[in-house]
């Protein structure tokens, strides 16, 4: 058995391979690629034998793991955070990365991080694009209100029919009006392309299989959850059931609260804002709209500040109890029920 470390970048990739020799690790070959020529890459690995291959989970592994990963015995990918030894190395090159993957897949001791389904990226490119629109939105919006206060003219409903006459009849300068108008034309765009990417999401959500079409009907039921919430959650999570429990999901989501502990003596930090900020994003809004409409939701909000002494914190443990709420929800297969929180 062989053991190949990669170190992959946009335009190359470093291979290590390792073999174990009288029970002594020993390097066999080192090789440097381009990622454009795939089929001497895929020629080396053909080559290769029976082995095993380890690659970091940066941004642009998976047309590299589709390549090769018929003729691998097992491939796995690393989570670059938790593989310290390389981000904090003195000695620091793409050989040196290549070895040390290598080697720690020899030993077993990569720490392993989530490769998504084909369907979970799809909905993940969906889902942040559709999210990349709406601040792009929130941004024009922002930046019209701000030239119509130049002129002390911002009102209440700016951007609805009237507001809009509004805009046009303000006595601007020749520049202002300019870049009005194109903001205008680019806030227009914008919103056609979120309808484009809302009716995508309609699309997707109706091809989706048994289990996805459960999880989207029991998010559903719970209040203030809409479509792109549920969108939102499912997709940044994928399947809850490969978390293996709530502190672990909280923990994804970067709601857990970070600890630093030395000498017996420990101090609770802010969140971590580890994992995903945009499923923590999600959770907080809903988790807001919950407090201001809900009794339930309110009451916990209320006690969580008057012990917290602080709104941000007592929303951010309303948006962690939320969560372990959904989590609990979607491993179990249970409709959304007062009394669960």
């Given at each position: 058995m062989k053991y190949v470390g990669v170190d992959l970048h946009k335009q190359t990739i470093s291979v290590c391979v390792m073999a174990e020799v009288a029970q002594k690790r020993k390097v066999e070959q080192r090789r440097s690629l381009l990622c454009k020529d795939v089929q001497a890459i895929r020629r080396f690995f053909e080559e290769l034998?029976?082995?095993?291959?380890?690659?970091?989970?940066?941004?642009?592994?998976?047309?590299?793991?589709l390549l090769i990963e018929?003729?691998?015995?097992?491939?796995?990918?690393?989570?670059?955070?938790?593989?310290?030894?390389?981000?904090?190395?003195?000695?620091?090159?793409?050989?040196?990365?290549?070895?040390?993957?290598?080697?720690f897949l020899m030993l077993d001791m990569i720490p392993e991080a989530y490769r998504?389904?084909?369907?979970?990226?799809?909905?993940?490119?969906?889902?942040?694009?559709?999210?990349?629109?709406?601040?792009?939105?929130t941004k024009m919006k922002c930046q019209l209100r701000h030239k119509a206060a130049g002129y002390n003219a911002d009102i209440v409903g700016l951007?609805?029919?009237?507001?809009?006459?509004?805009?046009?009849?303000?006595?601007?300068?020749?520049?202002?009006?300019?870049?009005?108008?194109?903001?205008?034309?680019?806030?227009?765009?914008?919103?056609q392309q979120l309808k484009a990417?809302?009716?995508?999401?309609?699309?997707?959500?109706?091809?989706?299989?048994?289990?996805?079409?459960?999880?989207?009907?029991?998010?559903?039921?719970?209040p203030e959850v809409g479509p792109v919430t549920a969108d939102v959650i499912l997709s940044e999570t994928a399947d809850v059931r490969r978390f293996r429990g709530a502190k672990r999901i909280v923990a994804y989501a970067g709601l857990d609260p970070a600890i630093r502990e030395s000498a017996g003596k420990s101090k609770q930090l802010s969140i971590s804002r580890e994992g995903s900020p945009l499923l923590r994003w999600a959770l907080i809004e809903t988790a807001w709209r919950l407090v201001r409409k809900t009794t339930r939701?309110?009451?916990?909000?209320?006690?969580?500040?008057?012990?917290?002494?602080?709104?941000?914190?007592?929303?951010?443990?309303?948006?962690?109890?939320?969560?372990?709420?959904?989590y609990a929800m979607l491993r179990d297969g249970r409709a959304y029920r007062l009394a669960a929180h």
């Open positions: 034998g029976t082995f095993r291959v380890v690659v970091e989970a940066t941004s642009s592994y998976e047309w590299f793991l018929d003729l691998a015995d097992r491939c796995v990918l690393a989570h670059p955070k938790k593989l310290r030894v390389i981000a904090e190395s003195k000695h620091k090159s793409d050989k040196i990365d290549a070895q040390i993957l290598a080697e998504p389904s084909p369907r979970v990226r799809q909905h993940r490119v969906l889902v942040r694009h559709r999210n990349r629109v709406q601040r792009q939105i951007f609805s029919t009237r507001g809009l006459i509004h805009l046009a009849k303000i006595a601007m300068s020749h520049a202002d009006r300019f870049e009005c108008r194109a903001l205008q034309d680019q806030l227009e765009f914008l919103q990417a809302d009716q995508e999401l309609r699309v997707f959500a109706q091809t989706g299989p048994v289990a996805e079409r459960e999880a989207r009907a029991i998010l559903a039921t719970v939701w309110r009451r916990l909000f209320e006690r969580l500040w008057a012990s917290t002494g602080h709104k941000k914190k007592a929303i951010v443990g309303v948006a962690r109890r939320l969560l372990c709420v959904l």
